[in-house]
T-cell receptor, first 116, second 115 residues
Framework: DTGVSQDPRHKITKRGQNVTFRCDPI?????LYWYRQTLGQGPEFLTY????????KSRLLSDRFSAERPKGSFSTLEIQRTEQGDSAMYLC??????????????FGEGSWLTVV | AQKVTQAQTEISVVEKEDVTLDCVYE???????LFWYKQPPSGELVFLIR??????QNEISGRYSWNFQKSTSSFNFTITASQVVDSAVYFC????????????FGKGTTLSVSS
């Protein structure tokens, strides 16, 4: 059983460019999450999907951020018109939600973004 | 509002010492989950434990043990006989019962174990 995989692992981009990160969750996991982590801080929740439905997106940092999970499997996180403040690690995670109770969330290795 | 506080920013110990990482949380929920994750330099968050608010029994897993006390809203993590491979950033996190989705993380404690 492979873990959560993210691509690319590192991305350097110029300010104003768009970037897209891909996440492949653990197979059979129905929930997929995106978090952002800046240096010296804990991860910060951005959004999550249950299957293909995006159930929470109010914590996306701005309208430049968007996420999709079109077939309920992999997901993409896009940042448009990147700014230097977007430099961070973007973490993807997945879990198997089994109706109501808390579930264990497994994280990938993250995608580092540097905006220059 | 939910909040997790890890007051210890950095801890340095010598191999074989025991070390305790503190975690204090705030929540108005009566049912909730607490987690510990380890983040080695590679960046991946490694799940260590999940504990629900109804289960205050302490847990031991090898050299790791966890002490959950609702009376003091604490969920502390102890590593016994620390090893160099334990060097990492450790995060405590909190989530509500209903959704179990958005984890609220503390700022983490960086543990350095020297030989």
């Amino acid at each position: 059983d492979t873990g959560v995989s993210q691509d690319p692992r590192h991305k350097i981009t110029k300010r104003g460019q768009n970037v897209t990160f891909r996440c492949d969750p653990i197979s059979e996991h129905n929930r997929l999450y995106w978090y952002r982590q800046t240096l010296g801080q804990g991860p910060e929740f951005l959004t999550y999907f249950q299957n293909e439905a995006q159930l929470e997106k109010s914590r996306l940092l701005s309208d430049r951020f968007s996420a999709e999970r079109p077939k309920g499997s992999f997901s993409t996180l896009e940042i448009q018109r990147t700014e230097q403040g977007d430099s961070a690690m973007y973490l993807c995670a997945s879990s198997l939600a089994t109706g109501g109770s808390g579930n264990t969330i497994y994280f990938g290795e993250g995608s580092w973004l540097t905006v220059v | 509002a939910q909040k997790v506080t890890q007051a210890q920013t950095e801890i340095s110990v010598v191999e074989k010492e025991d070390v305790t990482l503190d975690c204090v949380y705030e929540t108005r929920d009566t049912t909730y989950y607490l987690f510990w994750y380890k983040q080695p330099p590679s960046g991946e968050l490694v799940f260590l434990i999940r504990r629900n608010s109804f289960d205050e029994q302490n847990e031991i897993s090898g050299r790791y043990s966890w002490n959950f006390q609702k009376s003091t809203s604490s969920f502390n993590f102890t590593i016994t006989a620390s090893q160099v491979v334990d060097s990492a950033v450790y995060f405590c996190a909190l989530s509500d019962w209903e959704a179990g989705t958005a984890l609220i993380f503390g700022k983490g404690t960086t543990l350095s174990v020297s030989s």
